[in-house]
């Protein structure tokens, strides 16, 4: 009968045998920052930029660091005024709405003050968990992601719009901008999935609506963080060029 001792002695030998590898970081020590400029780095290496404006890039960037897939850049889209419209948005405030609250765990309060000071917890909206947009849901047998963004129409005209996870609420917002004149500042399009997904992001991208898409099935809220995190720093280091400028 194997007994626990002949089941240990094993593993024992082996790591005496082979020193584990996060010991070669422990030697040659690497912060967090050091491993993102490196990760950065070998992005910058080894992913195509053909056709790629910079301040494109700094945002496409992002999304390959957070998804370890240099093959999406292919799959990013961006309205002609995206960009700066998004940068705009941010610098006076705008209110955030996003589609999942795992896309607002994952904002960094941080980098959103960066752009303006005024930003709290309350300037993100997420209303897909409140308990009206449940009882909603029930009742209609329609997702709830379609009732919280339509709660959510007094942010989203001039607002920042991020969708990465539910096609429906973006199919709805479609709607709203058809019908109701709604305008958002930006529109990150980036839900994920295999129903609703593709329908609903061509049918945005033909509104007029300030957008940064992915096309295809691709999307993801950990993609739409990284989107407006780039956006962030871009408007920082505008107002940093600005600052040079006044003081030169």
């Known amino acids: ?30 912060s967090g920052s050091e491993i993102e400029a490196r990760s950065f780095s070998i992005i910058d290496s080894e992913a195509s930029r053909s056709g790629i404006a910079p301040d494109q890039w700094q945002i496409i960037r992002r999304m390959i660091h957070t998804c370890a897939d240099l093959e999406i850049a292919s799959s990013v889209r961006f309205s002609p005024t995206a960009i700066s419209s998004g940068i705009a948005a941010l610098r006076n405030g705008s209110l955030i709405y996003v589609d999942s609250n795992m896309i607002r765990a994952g904002l960094s309060l941080a980098r959103l003050q960066s752009a303006n000071s005024a930003y709290e917890p309350n300037r993100v909206l997420c209303h897909v968990a409140d308990e009206d947009i449940a009882s909603h849901a029930r009742e209609s047998g329609l997702p709830r992601s379609l009732f919280a963004v339509r709660k959510a129409s007094h942010a989203l005209d001039g607002g920042v719009a991020v969708f ?71 408007e920082r280091d505008e107002s940093l060029v600005r600052e040079e400028g006044r003081n030169e």
């Open 1 to 30: 009968m194997t007994t626990l001792a002949d089941e240990t002695t094993p593993r024992e030998t082996s790591s005496a045998a082979e020193a584990a590898l996060v010991r070669g970081l422990y030697a040659s020590p690497m």
């Open 164 to 234: 990465g996870n539910a096609p429906v609420a973006l199919l709805e917002l479609n709607r709203m901008i058809k019908e109701e004149g709604i305008r958002p500042a930006l529109v990150i399009a980036m839900p994920v999935g295999f129903v609703h997904v593709i329908e609903s992001k061509e049918e945005f991208m033909k509104l007029g609506i300030p957008f940064i898409a992915t096309s295809g099935r691709r999307g993801g809220s950990p993609l739409a963080v990284s989107v407006l995190h780039a956006l962030c720093n871009l």
